[in-house]
């Protein structure tokens, strides 16, 4: 029953891949991603993989549809020109598949317990977490603090990302390009005329805030963590900006706010690692931030789990608010 | 099983190369960052492929299960930390587009370059 | 007792699947996109009612039981609003809700 439903979740996800491509229209093709990222989220889902699930559907069917149709209102909706050298593309881009599809006859036996990834340091994480760290989410083990490096770099990425998306987005425009805002598009405004979706989103606002901030603390117990609970608590405030309008959600929280999240967050997580190093040990060693060398683990992974969840938050709502200013600069 | 282990490296390929087809041979440049997502998505599909154990389940500990085999949490890290970045080099993609538009008029990329040569 | 449990959510599974079936065919089969909207709604109100109830009642009086009510819920709420703003953006994009000259045959073409 399982190997039916996976064939047929992977077999939905060509369709989906093919349509996307094939399709003129940009917009059917956005909306079309956002089915794609939650059909692979339902797939990772029956390989186990409940994290990456989880971030997969906030992440790419959430916000990578908003900052997509964003991007969407203030450029084209149709994509103009045919495909030169098609021919070609089609030739390089089957003569690559056969060479993977070749390569992947090598591949050790799907969910083989001998294969070579899970020889080396996943049994080591999976027996000593429980000595060392203590909680029993494994993977925001491995993300907090066994690989906590790789994700301050991942932190610092995201950063750069929104400063970068500030930088190219936060300059005035010309007057060409100002396009005087008419009754239907007026951001001031917002969608506060119809009713339903008035109350709903009033309604769930709130709940989705607190159901990101349970994702946010409840990472070390269940899937989840900073990233979905930034991402979680974004949408939040979308929702929020796309009834009421974007101007009202400056207000509620101002992009001072956003700034102070964002550099916030990456300075609460490398503060996490010179606090390490003050008390003696090396860099992001969470051992010495208390006396019971797992406590201090477990505190340093709730710090920078909220410093990851404070960056990406910060960021996520920067860029949506650079998107949706643009019209009015 | 083993079919549907040969057929999660099949589906991975033609994922893979429908998104490298859309990044090369398309000339709208929104279409070619939509391709570079599914690109994205199916390298994420192989590494939480080969994570799987068979008769594994989630690596998450409880008290109530115990002696359970669990699935290799290191692909599903690295694969959490590839998503976020991956929406952060959109959402900066999608930045440098917008700010194309506003300055060729255009985002199709045969008439931008056409644009630059005169 | 537990069989019968069993049996119940397993019709309450099946009776969804074919809901949901019946949804999907009404989504490809409608000719407008106002009635497709309303062949999809029955996904989204029997299909997840049903199948909901069915998977709640192979949990049993468990806290996943509650967290799934609360799933059901926000589906319950979400969807119709969705839709809601579907119709209404279609109406400002100009789409109007005729089904074509297909739907009155004594009217002259």
Redesign the interface.
């Known amino acids: 029953m399982t190997v039916l439903f996976g064939v047929l979740l992977l077999t939905l996800l060509v369709i989906t891949a093919v349509a996307i491509v094939r399709t003129k229209n940009l917009f059917v093709a956005v909306m079309l991603l956002g089915i794609f990222s939650l059909l692979i989220a339902a797939n990772f889902f029956l390989l186990d993989a409940a994290d990456v699930a989880l971030t997969e559907a906030a992440v790419g069917a959430g916000i990578s549809t908003v900052l997509f149709l964003g991007a969407l209102a203030l450029t084209s909706e149709f994509e103009h020109a045919a495909t030169p050298h098609r021919w070609l593309s089609l030739a390089v881009v089957t003569g690559a598949a056969l060479v993977v599809l070749y390569a992947t006859f090598d591949k050790p036996e799907f969910g083989d317990p001998n294969a070579p990834v899970h020889q080396h340091v996943a049994p080591w994480y999976l027996q000593k977490t429980p000595e060392y760290i203590d909680i029993p989410n494994v993977v925001t083990a491995v993300l907090g603090s066994y690989r906590g490096y790789d994700t301050l770099g991942e932190v610092f990425v995201v950063f750069t990302a929104g400063i970068g998306v500030l930088f190219l987005l936060s300059a005035r425009r010309g007057p060409a390009g100002r396009r005087r805002p008419d009754q239907?598009h007026d951001p001031a405004i917002g969608l506060r005329s119809?009713v339903?979706?008035l109350v709903?989103?009033r309604?769930?606002a709130p709940?989705i805030l607190l159901f990101g901030l349970y994702v946010q603390f409840h990472g070390e117990y269940g899937p989840g963590g900073g990233f979905q609970a930034g991402a979680l608590i974004a949408a939040a405030f979308i929702l929020y900006a796309l009834i009421e309008g974007e101007e009202r959600t400056l207000r509620v929280l101002p992009q001072g706010a956003l700034n102070a999240l964002m550099v916030g967050g990456a300075l609460l997580y490398g503060g996490v690692g010179v606090v390490g190093m003050l008390e003696g040990a090396e860099f992001l060693n969470y051992s010495v931030l208390a006396a019971n060398p797992v406590k201090g683990q477990q505190l340093g992974i709730i710090l920078i789990e909220a410093g990851v969840g404070m960056t990406v938050t910060g960021v996520l709502l920067s860029i949506f608010h650079a998107f949706a200013a643009r019209d009015r600069a | 099983m083993e079919f549907l282990g040969l057929y999660h490296y099949w589906v991975f390929v033609v994922l893979l190369m429908i998104g490298f087809y859309a990044v090369v041979a398309k000339v709208n440049l929104i279409k070619k960052l939509i391709g570079l997502s599914i690109f994205q998505s199916a390298v994420f599909l192989l590494y939480i492929t080969m994570s799987k154990v068979s008769g594994g389940t989630a690596p998450i500990f409880s008290e109530k299960i115990t002696g359970v085999l669990y699935s290799n949490p290191l692909p599903q890290v690295l694969i959490l930390t590839a998503i976020v970045v991956g929406i952060s080099t959109t959402a900066l993609g999608l930045g440098i587009v917008v700010r194309i538009k506003e300055e060729y008029g255009t985002t199709e990329e045969h008439e931008i370059q056409e644009i630059d040569r005169r | 007792m537990k069989i019968a449990l069993d049996i119940l959510s397993w019709v309450l599974l099946t009776a969804g699947g074919v809901f949901v079936l019946v949804g999907g065919i009404g989504a490809l089969r409608m000719p407008n996109l106002y009635t497709r909207m309303h062949a999809a709604s029955v996904t989204d109100t029997m299909g997840a009612i049903l199948v909901i109830a069915g998977v709640m009642i192979q949990a049993g009086f468990t806290l996943v039981t509650i967290k799934l009510a609360a799933i059901l819920l926000?589906l319950l709420?979400?969807s119709?609003?969705a839709s809601?703003?579907l119709g209404?953006a279609a109406m400002?994009a100009g789409i109007k809700p005729d089904a074509g000259s297909a739907a009155d045959p004594e009217k002259a073409p």
Do not use: D, E
Request: charged letters at 0%; zero cysteines; glycine letters at 0%.
């Open positions: 239907a119809h339903i979706p709903v989103s309604l769930l709940f | 926000f709420i979400t119709p609003t809601y703003a209404n400002l």
